[in-house]
């Protein structure tokens, strides 16, 4: 009997978009396993998700794969998922499933939050694909988690069920954030004058970078300048500015912490997998911080985790693949 995927696929390509709360990315699908004219942008560039859609199927790529004929579409979107109508947290895009649907006659649209499709496409990551930091082996067949910094902080996870993997529909980087030292105690004091609620994602994110940068430029007592995430990246790869190397360094830290907060709720024996853009423009840095340090620092359970194994994603756009697994599940 043909497949879900072969029928969708035998209709023409099926479309794919991974959209975060800052960069939006486009593929068509056409062969199993198969994902060309992969655009990429700003979201900011567009409106809307609409004009952002007329636009990438208006690249010549696009229309030379035949990406008019997309009939079957699935969407990865940093943001929850409860019904029709969409608004994004980091972003100002709303819309509604079945308008978007009618206005580019797709036969069907699957609308998922980002870290669930990306989550479905770890069983699809070869080794050239991941990188590990620190020790651990996976355990085969068991509950696999993942943590991810992008513009926001994800976490999603995969359940193993016989033959097959269920991915979990989580919003855990909103939980509450949990200082480990004096300088992380500082941070959270910075950020509680301007949010109420600290979440995790406030400060171990890419919008967090600047936020975490203006506290401890404060507490070094100097001025912080205007910089956006890439620009602290840069300059602390760079060790141009110490308070921006100290920021990737917090950074690092605080999501060792949240990757074993993630690992003991789950039981993740089968691994922990950090997806997300801000970490592999990094690679190198992150591998050497105390990431690996504070995952293990949980006490009576520090052995627990130290047999667990964390793998930085550095497939460049495995939500792609996450997305088109689901729609082949579908």
Request: glycine share 10%.
């Amino acid at each position: 009997m043909e497949t879900v995927a072969h029928i969708h696929l035998s209709s023409g390509p099926r479309l794919l978009a991974d959209v975060g709360g800052r960069r939006a990315s486009f593929g068509l699908e056409t062969a199993p396993n198969c994902i060309v004219a992969v655009w990429e942008t700003d979201c900011a560039d567009y409106p809307t998700l609409g004009a952002a859609l007329v636009a990438y199927l208006s690249q010549p790529a696009t229309v030379a794969a035949g990406g008019y004929q997309a009939r079957y579409a699935g969407i990865a979107i940093a943001n929850p998922i409860d019904g029709d109508w969409v608004t994004m947290t980091n972003h100002h895009w709303s819309f509604s499933i079945e308008a978007v649907c009618s206005q580019f006659s797709l036969k069907s649209l699957v609308v998922v939050n980002d870290f669930k499709a990306l989550a479905s496409a770890l069983p699809y990551l070869d080794a050239a694909h991941r990188h590990q930091i620190g020790g651990g082996v996976a355990r085969e067949g068991a509950m696999i988690g993942l943590v991810g910094a992008d513009a926001g902080l994800g976490v999603s996870g995969l359940v193993p069920a016989g033959e097959r993997w269920i991915a979990i529909d989580s919003e855990g980087g909103h939980s509450t954030f949990a200082p480990m030292n004096e300088r992380e105690i500082e941070i959270l004091r910075y950020a509680r004058r301007y949010h109420e609620h600290v979440s995790s994602e406030r400060l171990v994110s890419g919008l967090g970078l600047a936020l975490v940068y203006r506290a401890l430029a404060e507490r070094a007592r100097i001025t912080p300048q205007e910089l956006d995430a890439v620009q602290i990246t840069e300059r602390g790869l760079a060790r141009t500015c110490p308070v921006c190397e100290e920021t990737l360094l917090a950074f690092c830290e605080m999501l060792g912490t949240v990757a074993g907060n993630v690992a003991l709720t789950l039981g993740a024996k089968g691994g922990i997998y950090i997806g997300g853009r801000v970490v592999p423009p990094m690679l190198a840095f992150f591998e050497r911080s105390g990431f690996r340090a504070r995952f293990e620092q949980k006490g009576r359970f520090s052995d627990y985790l130290a047999h667990i194994p964390t793998l930085v994603i550095t497939e460049k756009y495995p939500t792609l693949i996450g997305m088109s697994a689901m729609l082949s599940a579908t």
